[in-house]
């Protein structure tokens, strides 16, 4: 256990300014999200943008690719916050029990296949984890814009997933990151979750 933490201890010493920004705008980033602050969506777009160029030099090509796709979803994001804000529909919305079995068959079949191709064609060495987090975190953000509560919950899952891939990638601070991302992801499930059914009550 000493040598673990001492390890920990030497690789977040060692990050880099880069990463250091990567990270603190994430955090400022997924915090503004739960908080249903529009900001998160400019925030978000400074932060993936980093980490492309990190993820890529770091041979976790999933989450390479994973960084061009937030960088267009933040976009989107952006306009569909904008537009729903300033509409009659309610601020949060819920997937049915139907809807939630097929986006885990997709985040499953999409992540073998994503695995598929990193193993096949790439150097990685986490090619079907690198894969399976892809595919979650792809599903959670598309649902993020949307404004579905479940997206949360997915969050939470992949977050704690990321965390020993990171470390196993030297990415002591991005590690970290993802812990305290994991945890306000829970948080933004209850607030988010307590609003949809604020407002379902309502109705």
């Not at 920004?21 to 529009?38: D, E, F, P, R």
């Not at 999409?110 to 599903?139: E, H, N, Q």
Request: glycine letters at 4%.
């Amino acid at each position: 256990m000493p040598t673990i933490f001492h390890d920990f201890l030497q690789q977040l010493a060692q990050t880099s300014w880069l990463e250091w920004i990567a990270t603190l705008s994430g955090l400022a980033c997924v915090y503004l999200a739960a908080k249903q602050n529009i900001w998160n969506w400019p925030i978000s777009i400074i932060s993936v943008s980093l980490y492309l160029y990190i993820f890529y030099r770091s041979r976790i090509y999933g989450d390479s690719i994973l960084q061009v796709y937030f960088l267009l979803t933040a976009i989107y994001g952006w306009y569909y916050w904008r537009k729903r804000d300033q509409s009659d529909e309610k601020p949060i919305s819920s997937l049915s029990i139907r809807q939630q079995a097929i986006y885990f068959a997709i985040i499953l079949a999409l992540g073998a296949s994503i695995g598929f191709c990193l193993d096949r064609w790439t150097d990685s060495d986490v090619p079907y984890i690198d894969g399976l987090c892809t595919s979650m975190s792809f599903i959670a953000q598309f649902l993020m814009t949307r404004k579905y509560v479940q997206s949360w919950a997915i969050w939470v899952a992949v977050d704690v997933l990321y965390i020993p891939l990171y470390l196993h990638k030297d990415l002591a601070m991005t590690a970290v990151l993802y812990f305290i991302f994991a945890v306000i992801a829970w948080n933004g499930y209850r607030d988010w979750r307590k609003t949809f059914l604020n407002t379902t009550w309502q109705k």
